[in-house]
Structure formats: C-alpha cells, structure tokens
C-alpha cells in the first residue's frame, strides 16, 4: 500500500545551519505530497505542498520539490531559527482519493541559539 | 476567526468508562476527520466524513465511535472496547468533501487513562 518514510530525529541544529529531512514515498501514480508542521501543543498547520513532478513547494523559506525518479520529497530551508524547533511531516493524498492523507512518522527538529 | 475549537485540552479516562471528545468548525467544510498520534508516530486516522449523516471507517477504528448529526460538529466517543486509548486525538476539517487536501487541524485533546 502506500506510504511515507520520513529520516528518524531528533535533528539538531544551530540558528542559521541548513536544514534537510528525508521523506521518501510509494504511492502509484502521481499522488499530492505535502509537508506539515507541527508546533509543542498544537494541531498541524500545512507548510507547504507540491501536486506533481519537478513543482517546488515554498512556504516561509522552507522548499521542497516533488521528484518524480526518487520518490522523494525532501524538506529544506537554508537558515533555520529557533521558532522553526517543531515536529514535521512529510505526507501523501493518493491519486484520487478524497482526503485520506498518509502521514510519515514525523522529525523533530531543535533549533539552538 | 474561523477555525477548529477541540475540547477539552485534557482529559482522563477510568478503566470501562467512555469518554467523548469534541471537535466543532465554523469553516463550513464538509469534510471532517479523527486522527491518533502516538509519540515518535505518524497520525493515523480513526474515522472520517465527508457529509453530514455519512461517516467511514479509517485504519484504527475499532473502540471509537463518531457520529455527525451538524455540519460544523464531528465528536469522538473513545468506548471501554478501546484498550490503549492514551493518545494525543486530533481533530481535522476540509472543504469539498475531501477533495480539497488541505487539512485544517485543532489544537488537539491529550486523552490519558487513570
């Protein structure tokens, strides 16, 4: 069926480091990919999404671009600050489905000053 | 402002009680869903509906029930059938049934067992 994989965290960074998380994907088709943040105590707000190959999603610095020949849809921003501390993640809408998204397991992220 | 209200923040469960959480939006969305997520865990979905009196099952449904009577109410009723019910339970709403794929989420109930 399908699914997310997302790199395993806690990543840790100092303000201003660039950032990567891994999320691959196996999905038939051409599914939507997104990717979800998610504050201490709070819901998950979308950060950004990308609905085929080669588009880059952008939102806030953070960019990701869907590719299509890795299955992947990895997560980066050039310069994180200590606001961007959250857990992320990586997500799928199957291609035709009607909003049953799959969530990979989430990473961490704790930004240092 | 519009948006999705869950309640309570916190909640207790004693062993073969039920418990029901709440999740109201004024969005005007049809579409509205019940996650679990279980720490160092993806979110895995309870229950969904994408119209008002029609709701299926997700991948986790056994010992939960929902139901949806109003458009802008979607509660959770977490049964004794439930075994391992501590969680955090979110709450999330779309609009045109689910095809929309952006989700918008509530600030979540962390449900614990006593």
């Known amino acids: 069926g399908d699914s997310v994989t997302q790199m395993e965290g806690p990543v840790t960074l100092s303000e201003e480091a660039f950032l990567t998380i891994n999320c691959t994907y196996t999905?038939?088709?051409?599914?939507?990919l997104f990717w979800y943040v998610q504050y201490p105590g709070e819901g998950l707000q979308l950060l950004l999404k990308?609905?085929?190959?080669?588009d880059k999603g952008s939102n806030k610095g953070f960019e990701a671009t869907y590719r299509k020949e890795t299955t992947s849809f990895h997560l980066e921003k050039g310069s994180v600050q200590v606001s961007d501390s959250a857990v992320y993640f990586c997500?799928?809408?199957?291609?035709?489905?009607?909003?049953?998204?799959?969530f990979g397991q989430g990473t961490t992220l704790q930004v240092k000053p | 402002d519009g948006g999705i209200t869950q309640s309570p923040k916190y909640l207790f469960r004693k062993e073969g009680q039920n418990v029901t959480l709440s999740c109201e939006q004024n969005?005007?969305?049809?579409?509205m869903y019940w996650y679990r997520q279980d720490p160092g865990q993806g979110l895995r979905l309870i229950y969904y509906?994408?119209?008002?009196?029609?709701?299926q099952k997700g991948d986790i449904a056994e010992g939960y029930s929902v139901s949806r009577e109003k458009k802008e109410s979607f509660p959770l009723t977490v049964t004794s059938a439930q075994k391992n019910p501590t969680a955090f339970y979110l709450c999330?709403?779309?609009?045109?049934?689910?095809?929309?794929?952006?989700?918008?989420f509530g600030s979540g109930t962390q449900l614990s067992v006593l």
């Open positions: 999330a709403s779309s609009d045109r049934g689910g095809l929309n794929e952006k989700l918008f």
């Open positions: 509906s994408q119209i008002v009196n029609d709701f």
């Open positions: 997500a799928l809408l199957p291609l035709g489905n009607t909003g049953k998204l799959i």
């Open positions: 990308a609905t085929k190959a080669d």
């Open positions: 969005l005007n969305h049809d579409a």
């Open positions: 999905a038939t088709g051409y599914p939507s």
